[in-house]
């Protein structure tokens, strides 16, 4: 039942009261002091840890790298031009590229 509780949205949930009185609907005759004990306990069991962790990337020289276009604009022997600027960042040794 708590299962399917958490399966739903959270204005659809029923309170442990609630689930406490359906389980009385069918039959279970002990006392609603187990509920608030029992509920986070088993909630607590469902979630999962989380560790922050460092995972440093390594690659190969040839294996991975980074392309970008840009449109510059530069003064070429005095005239204002528009150039196409390759980019190429390579991930293993970390340097640029940048070919007009």
């Known amino acids: ?3 399917a509780n958490e399966a739903k949205a959270a204005r659809e ?3 442990l009261i609630r689930i406490h009185e359906e389980l009385q609907a069918l039959g279970y005759a002990g006392s609603y ?3 608030p004990q ?3 306990a088993w ?3 469902r979630v999962s840890s989380s560790v922050d962790a460092y995972v440093p990337l390594s690659f190969a020289s040839d294996e991975a790298y ?3 276009w ?3 604009i530069v003064v070429l022997n005095g005239a204002t031009t528009t150039v196409k600027v390759a980019h190429v960042h ?3 040794s970390r340097m640029f590229f940048v070919r007009a």
Do not use: I, N
Request: a negative charge; one cysteine or more.
């Open 1 to 3: 039942m708590l299962l």
């Open 13 to 15: 949930r029923l309170t």
């Open 33 to 35: 002091d187990g509920a």
């Open 38 to 40: 029992c509920a986070p």
């Open 43 to 45: 909630r607590q069991g």
């Open 66 to 68: 980074q392309f970008d």
């Open 70 to 72: 840009s449109h510059d």
């Open 90 to 92: 390579l991930c293993h």
